[in-house]
């Protein structure tokens, strides 16, 4: 059993910022990657940015005003959102590739967190 428990979403102002943060638990042997996606209304769900050991990256919409940090090691995540755009709302989800005590390895989600960049 893997659980992505997120913590973090809100209501901001546009210019704003809001930090997210993820933390794996249960049966985990190795995270390769871990990242945070986002899913608006009546869109398909997009990489927003992703972490390993050796490399981080982002799309283009939010590099530069978003950081994604953690210690993989720690099965530990966080997404700092900057300067927010009205457009950067959505429901952000953590993401996991792992390898669990079955000797499988797969992606995990966690629960989703809303985030609405408003005035």
């Known amino acids: 059993q893997v659980q992505l428990v997120e913590s973090g979403g809100g209501l901001v102002q546009p210019g704003g910022s809001l930090r997210l943060s993820c933390a794996a638990s249960g049966s985990i042997v190795n995270i390769n990657a871990m990242g945070w996606y986002r899913q608006a209304p009546g869109k398909q769900r997009e990489l927003v940015a992703r972490i390993t050991v050796t490399s981080t990256n982002y799309a283009d919409s939010v590099r530069g005003r978003f950081t994604i940090s953690g210690d993989i090691a720690k099965n530990t995540v966080y997404l700092q959102m900057n300067s927010l755009k009205p457009e950067d709302t959505a429901v952000y989800y953590c993401?996991?590739?792992?390898?669990?005590?079955?000797?499988?390895?797969?992606?995990?989600w966690g629960q989703g967190t809303q985030v609405t960049v408003s005035s």
């Open positions: 993401n996991a590739y792992l390898k669990t005590v079955a000797n499988t390895w797969a992606n995990y």
